[in-house]
């Protein structure tokens, strides 16, 4: 019993390990950022949404992602974008990801990302910078049938203009990562997987008091529509009787 245990475990092992080295850039950025640590820069602590960032340029060929930024990117191109939210209140309610660029203090759309909840608390997507220059991504919930702006992220595009990286790890780091990675791997799926089953009933909650609050809202309409049609009806039955 112990035996079949045992290989059963090694054999999970190498599963694991298959699948980070065969995983996409988005799943290999996604461990990578968990042990990474970043700056008070790429760091949100106050505001309507606290939460910390990274930005990754993505490299040529199937290597993961090696340096990360947040406030300034060296280089145009394809970039891939992390970004934690802290707490659960906003994951739950949906957000839409706008990047802009700034051009002469007004605000150029070049990227919208509809809004969705991430009831993992990690949003993950890609950007494709084609001109230098000041940008903003920008974090958007819906208020009042409108987009409102909640979490500005300035990010700026070519050299100078600002330290905005921090510290990554490099190819031997990467090959340890995989060396070790099976472990810790196994570990987040499980972290994950309860975490998502407490997101999960949190996001019921939520839609549950959302509806009841609905339905109250249109039984009280109900009420004084019925209320309004009877008090016609009276009015009307004592001016008949009046004639």
């Known amino acids: 019993m112990n035996k079949a245990y045992g290989w059963t475990l090694h054999l999970k ?38 939460l910390n960032y990274s930005v990754y340029e993505k490299p040529k060929g199937a290597l993961p992602p090696t340096m990360a930024h947040c406030k300034h990117v060296p280089n145009m191109g394809e970039h891939f974008v992390t970004i934690d939210l802290q707490g659960n209140k906003y994951r739950v309610i949906p957000i839409g990801i706008r990047l802009v660029l700034v051009e002469g203090g007004q605000n150029k759309t070049i990227m919208t990302k509809a809004p969705e909840k991430y009831t993992s608390g990690t949003i993950n997507f890609g950007l494709n910078f084609k001109e230098l220059g000041q940008y903003n991504i ?44 099976g472990i810790a791997g196994f570990f987040w799926l499980r972290r994950k997987s309860s ?25 009280a309409k109900a009420k004084a529509e019925a209320e309004t049609k009877s008090e016609a009806e009276t009015k009307s039955e004592a001016e008949t009787k009046s004639e």
């Open 13 to 50: 092992w190498i599963a694991v390990l298959i699948s980070m080295m065969a995983m996409p850039a988005y799943g290999q950025l996604m461990i990578g950022h968990m042990g990474h640590s970043s700056g008070d820069d790429c760091n949100i602590k106050t505001g309507p949404i606290p």
């Open 138 to 181: 920008l974090l958007e919930t819906l208020e009042n049938g409108k987009m409102t702006t909640k979490v500005t992220l300035p990010l700026h595009v070519g050299e100078g203009g600002g330290h905005g990286g921090h510290s990554g790890f490099g190819m031997l780091e990467i090959g340890l990562l995989l060396g070790v990675g």
């Open 195 to 219: 975490k998502d089953e407490e997101n999960t009933h949190l996001l019921a909650e939520a839609e549950a008091k959302a509806k009841a609050e609905a339905e109250a809202e249109a039984k």
